[in-house]
């Protein structure tokens, strides 16, 4: 089977609207101004008239103005089962990206209501793998007589389209934390793994933690016909990878980790395995989100640590150990810029029409979508 090139679905910081995006909106609406000096004024007063009825998540890579606010804070499968552990309150304001808005609202009860302060902010990741390129797909494990081999893994950091196809196909969830054994279950369980959206957490964890050697891996590239794959690369792959990356991650390179030790002697690299495979091998230690919290929180005073993920957090981490040298891993700014877009703004237009009653910016996955999705989310949960 052929299938077409089509541009990639992405929409920048937002504007215009494109019905294939994990997002597919942008974000109309009147918002405070950014220069009104109340806005955190505003912030506070909102909540605290809210009181129980709202609880906010806040992701790491979010602002630290946003942060200030957030009842919880954590990865974005830690912010959605805090959500469901809150079934109490009826308003969950999800300080992130909009995947994670999604699996909140399926992890949550039917009551609950998920709110994402701005609609624009996507995951360019997220964006690189829409269902109908899935699909796609899937077709040409078919023609290749393998789907029957395959089992289908997909990064939380997925919109529920595609879990929901990975729950259809008796896949799993993962994240950055159980990478691993999500793989040791899925090879249990067949020959093969297609691997969504994240090449990168695919393949450092097929080759650095299975054993799998770069030749068991294949790139399925969805803007070339059949994934630009021969039928015979299909059949030998052990690891099917989907071309998707993080714009985040994606920029450190090899010369950042050889710079950074040039310039800081004895320096540890502490790298998310969304990086790339050189990166990952030229690192020290290589983790999750929580990981990187975890390493610095042990980390013995005076040490030195450039770390490769987004800069929000590593600012934070550097003021929360002012007795220890944190780093960011390389020069150029690196942002996510679709997290940034919850700002205060955005925060007090939430709350502020919360209190007044009005439920602004839901998100909201429909049901039969939310019981495949939910199916291959407790798969996760009942990984070994
Ligand atoms: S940091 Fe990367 S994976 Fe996370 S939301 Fe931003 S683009 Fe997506």
């Not at 793994?193 to 090449?199: A, E």
């Not at 790139?219 to 021969?230: K, M, Q």
């Not at 450039?306 to 929360?320: D, F």
């Not at 891993?329 to 700002?343: E, H, P």
Request: glycine letters at 8%.
């Amino acid at each position: 089977m052929t299938t077409p090139v089509r541009d990639l679905p992405l929409l920048f910081l937002g504007e215009g609207s494109d019905p294939a995006s994990e997002r597919g909106v942008d974000c109309p609406g009147d918002l405070p101004p950014a220069s009104d000096p109340d806005l955190v004024e505003r912030a506070r007063a909102a909540k605290a008239a809210l009181g129980d009825q709202v609880f906010i998540l806040g992701h790491h890579y979010q602002r630290d103005e946003v942060i200030q606010f957030a009842d919880v804070t954590g990865d974005s499968f830690k912010l959605a089962r805090e959500a469901a552990a809150r079934p109490q309150a009826p308003y969950i304001v999800f300080c992130g990206v909009h995947f994670m808005a999604e699996s909140a609202d399926i992890l949550t009860a039917a009551h609950q209501k998920v709110i994402l302060p701005d609609l624009a902010a996507g995951c360019s990741m997220a964006d690189m793998a829409t269902f109908d390129q899935v699909e796609e797909c899937w077709e040409a494990l078919e023609d290749a007589g393998i789907a029957d081999d395959v089992v289908p893994v997909t990064y939380m950091n997925s919109s529920a389209d595609i879990k929901a196809f990975v729950g259809r196909h008796g896949g799993t969830v993962c994240t950055s934390s159980n990478a691993k054994r999500a793989l040791d279950w899925a090879y249990g369980k067949g020959k093969k793994v297609l691997f969504l959206p994240d090449q990168h957490l695919g393949r450092n964890t097929a080759v650095l933690e299975m054993g799998l050697s770069l030749d068991d891996c294949v790139v399925y590239n969805p803007h070339r016909p059949d994934g630009g794959l021969s039928r015979k690369e299909l059949r030998e792959a052990r690891m099917i990878l989907w071309r998707g990356h993080c714009s985040v991650h994606g920029r450190f390179s090899k010369e950042s980790v050889d710079e950074v030790r040039a310039r800081v002697p004895g320096v540890n690299v502490l790298v998310h395995p969304e990086c790339r495979h050189e990166v990952v091998l030229g690192a020290d230690r290589v983790g999750s989100t929580e990981y990187i919290i975890k390493t610095l929180d042990a980390a013995p005073p005076g040490s030195s640590w450039a770390v490769g993920t987004e800069l929000n957090l590593v600012r934070r981490l550097a003021n929360a150990h002012p007795d220890k040298n944190v780093m960011f891993l390389d020069k150029a700014v690196c942002f996510c810029s679709t997290m940034n877009r919850i700002d205060l703004p955005h925060l007090v237009r939430s709350l502020e029409t919360l209190a007044a009653g009005e439920v602004v910016n839901r998100i909201e996955v429909d049901a039969e979508t939310a019981r495949h999705a939910r199916a291959a989310l407790d798969q996760m949960l009942a990984l070994p």
